[in-house]
């Protein structure tokens, strides 16, 4: 317990100093993204190999930075918003293709992957299968990582995905969106933690997560909520983000339903993490974080809660 409250507390306060830091670039959020995707993107190869299911490692761990690649063209040719949404399958494709190359051309490694698990089956069908567990790794967790490039650069799609001419307005808008995404993801997964071991009561959902308590997922809604209000409170006493949040026509139930659907979009993706952990026999997915497990046992909340922060804020914006 001390060991986890320990960690945790380090880390919130890397979360603050990175924070202050943004004032300086924004970029060293999108280090920071990248760094931890791809951190991810191995553990999430780990769990696959210990269960004899074998990626393309080292082409795996790239894929984080071939998503950032993507975003950092887009934004520096201007293209329009559809250039993301044809680009990403493309590479999706492309990924599986490159994969099949990798797993057809590297035949001694794969003997030795095939021999390891005793499989009987042709070289070319492993090949497709490693193929195949490869892709799954850009699905999960790479491009989940995806909304919080999109989030941190948010007042960079100006003219993209919306149109604003008050640029001073759209990003403190942006800063306001950005940590509240990490207020939501944080008191969800703090407060579910300290009022489910102190409530107890009935399981969420047993089957998959033991742990978990109705008493602590609602725990961890109600301080969700109570967290985005405080700070959209605090936000709210700046002219420029003020004036920018009515012109946008932005009202109180935006920011109720960024703390309460956001705290249930992140309980699920915890939920999921979990399933997928339990399906492939592990209970963490490392052990680089002391009393919190790998890298993605702090994030898979906040990947998912970033999809739906970033479609609110998009839809609050145009």
């Known amino acids: 317990?001390?060991?986890?409250?320990?960690?945790?507390?380090?880390?919130?306060?890397?979360?603050?100093?990175?924070?202050?830091?943004?004032?300086?670039?924004?970029?060293?959020?999108?280090?920071?993204?990248?760094?931890?995707?791809i951190i991810s993107c191995l553990e999430i190869s780990r769990a696959l190999r210990i269960n004899g299911k074998?990626?393309?490692?080292?082409?795996?761990?790239?894929?984080?930075?071939?998503?950032?690649?993507?975003?950092?063209?887009?934004?520096?040719?201007?293209?329009?918003?559809?250039?993301?949404?044809?680009?990403?399958?493309?590479?999706?494709?492309?990924?599986?293709?490159?994969?099949?190359?990798?797993?057809?051309?590297?035949?001694?490694?794969?003997?030795?992957?095939?021999?390891?698990?005793?499989?009987?089956?042709?070289?070319?069908?492993?090949?497709?299968?490693?193929?195949?567990?490869?892709?799954f790794v850009m699905f999960y967790p790479a491009l989940l990582f995806l909304p919080l490039f999109f989030i941190n650069n948010l007042a960079q799609f100006n003219g993209v995905f919306f149109n604003h001419s008050y640029t001073a307005g759209l990003e403190i808008f942006t800063l306001f969106i950005f940590i509240s995404l990490f207020v939501s993801t944080m008191f969800t997964d703090t407060f579910a933690y300290a009022v489910g071991s102190?409530?107890?009561?009935?399981?969420?959902?047993?089957?998959?997560?033991?742990?978990k308590t109705i008493s602590g997922?609602?725990?961890?809604?109600?301080?969700?909520?109570?967290g985005v209000l405080i700070l959209f409170l605090i936000f709210n006493t700046n002219t420029i983000f003020n004036t920018f949040f009515i012109a946008i026509n932005g009202n109180i139930w935006h920011i109720?339903?960024?703390?309460?659907i956001g705290s249930i979009v992140s309980q699920f993706g915890d939920i999921f993490a979990s399933f997928f952990k339990r399906k492939n026999n592990i209970k963490d997915f490392g052990n680089l974080l002391p009393g919190h497990g790998g890298v993605l046992d702090r994030v898979d909340g906040l990947i998912y809660n970033g999809e739906f922060v970033f479609l609110l804020a998009i839809i609050m914006l145009l």
């Open 256 to 260: 109720l339903v960024l703390g309460v």
């Open 54 to 135: 074998f990626t393309n490692t080292i082409f795996v761990a790239l894929y984080p930075i071939i998503i950032y690649f993507c975003i950092f063209i887009g934004l520096l040719q201007g293209y329009p918003y559809y250039y993301y949404f044809l680009v990403f399958p493309i590479v999706i494709v492309a990924i599986f293709i490159i994969n099949l190359i990798i797993s057809l051309i590297f035949k001694k490694q794969a003997g030795k992957q095939l021999e390891s698990v005793k499989l009987k089956t042709s070289y070319f069908k492993f090949a497709i299968q490693k193929s195949y567990n490869s892709t």
């Open 1 to 37: 317990m001390k060991t986890r409250v320990l960690t945790g507390f380090f880390i919130l306060l890397g979360l603050i100093g990175a924070i202050i830091l943004r004032y300086q670039t924004i970029y060293v959020f999108d280090i920071i993204f990248i760094a931890i995707a």
């Open 198 to 211: 102190l409530l107890k009561g009935p399981k969420l959902c047993p089957k998959i997560s033991p742990k």
């Open 217 to 226: 997922a609602l725990g961890g809604l109600t301080f969700s909520l109570i």
